[in-house]
């Protein structure tokens, strides 16, 4: 009878320092051969939260080590996205002086490391996500601590990522949503008063079930219809309600 070792724990590191990624690495591999009861593997990097992402969804790892600040897309929305997987993979924040997230990660039992990151603590929180039988969610407080950078859209299997910065206006319709680009519109499944609350004065109610991305209108048109917003460099156009349009109107002052 053999003693076969257990399938390696994979692991993604993300971080948007060099440094950082291969102090990790190398804290991995140190684990690696003092823990015998742990066995990793590290299966690839990411420099931030978009590649991260992609790297995922190509390499299926078991656990991130994830940095909380990063350009292009911070820690905490890459878990958000994450958690719209079927089977998040577990994760472990490292950061080095977000004290408001970790208050709220102690409230909540979430893994987090405090960098300069010490072997023995990397190995305690490795252990503690193994025993764990399922991935904590991300605490509502944190979650609600900045806006989203991109809408996460899962069709078909493949991930897209539309930037926030894209969007000209969103239109509500039973229980979906629209999200409309100059190019494309795509389907999400969120409530258009919550995502309202989410970005504050980045977009404003024209509608009662629509809203328009401050820095994507370019004019106001009337005819005899009434009110249409106008969007550059597109043909699109979105209506304006009479209740809203003072309002649109004094917002684009």
């Known amino acids: 009878m053999t003693n076969e070792?257990?399938?390696p724990l994979q692991v993604l590191i993300v971080d948007d320092e060099a440094p950082a990624r291969a102090r990790l690495r190398q804290l991995l591999d140190d684990t690696n051969r003092d823990n015998k009861q742990l066995t990793i593997s590290c299966c690839g990097e990411a420099a931030d939260g978009l590649q991260a992402l992609s790297e995922v969804d190509r390499l299926q790892p078991?656990?991130?080590l994830l940095d909380?600040?990063?350009?292009?897309?911070?820690?905490?929305?890459?878990?958000?996205?994450?958690?719209?997987?079927?089977?998040?993979?577990?994760?472990?924040?490292?950061t080095a002086y977000d004290e408001f997230a970790l208050e709220a990660f102690d409230a909540n039992a979430?893994?987090?490391?405090?960098?300069p990151i010490r072997q023995q603590?990397?190995?305690?929180?490795?252990?503690?996500?193994?025993?764990?039988?399922?991935?904590?969610?991300?605490?509502?407080?944190?979650?609600?601590k900045s806006a989203r950078s991109h809408f996460n859209i899962n069709q078909h299997g493949n991930r897209y990522l539309v930037p926030v910065t894209d969007l000209l206006f969103l239109q509500a319709e039973q229980k979906y949503i629209t999200l409309h680009t100059a190019d494309k519109e795509?389907?999400?499944?969120?409530s258009l008063?919550?995502?309202?609350?989410?970005?504050?004065?980045?977009?404003?109610?024209?509608?009662?079930?629509?809203?328009a991305r401050v820095?994507?209108?370019?004019?106001?048109?009337?005819n005899s219809d009434g009110f249409s917003l106008l969007f550059h460099p597109t043909a699109k156009q979105l209506p304006i309600s009479r209740r809203r349009i003072a309002a649109v109107r004094k917002a684009l002052k």
């Open 110 to 115: 979430v893994h987090y490391l405090v960098k």
């Open 215 to 222: 820095e994507a209108i370019s004019g106001i048109d009337k």
């Open 5 to 7: 070792k257990p399938d």
């Open 193 to 211: 008063v919550h995502i309202e609350q989410e970005f504050g004065n980045q977009f404003i109610r024209v509608h009662r079930n629509a809203l």
């Open 121 to 144: 603590h990397l190995a305690e929180a490795l252990k503690r996500v193994k025993a764990s039988q399922s991935t904590p969610p991300l605490p509502a407080v944190i979650a609600a």
């Open 62 to 64: 078991d656990l991130l």
């Open 186 to 190: 795509w389907l999400i499944d969120e």
């Open 68 to 94: 909380i600040r990063m350009p292009a897309m911070d820690g905490l929305e890459v878990a958000r996205h994450l958690q719209q997987l079927d089977n998040p993979p577990a994760v472990i924040f490292t």
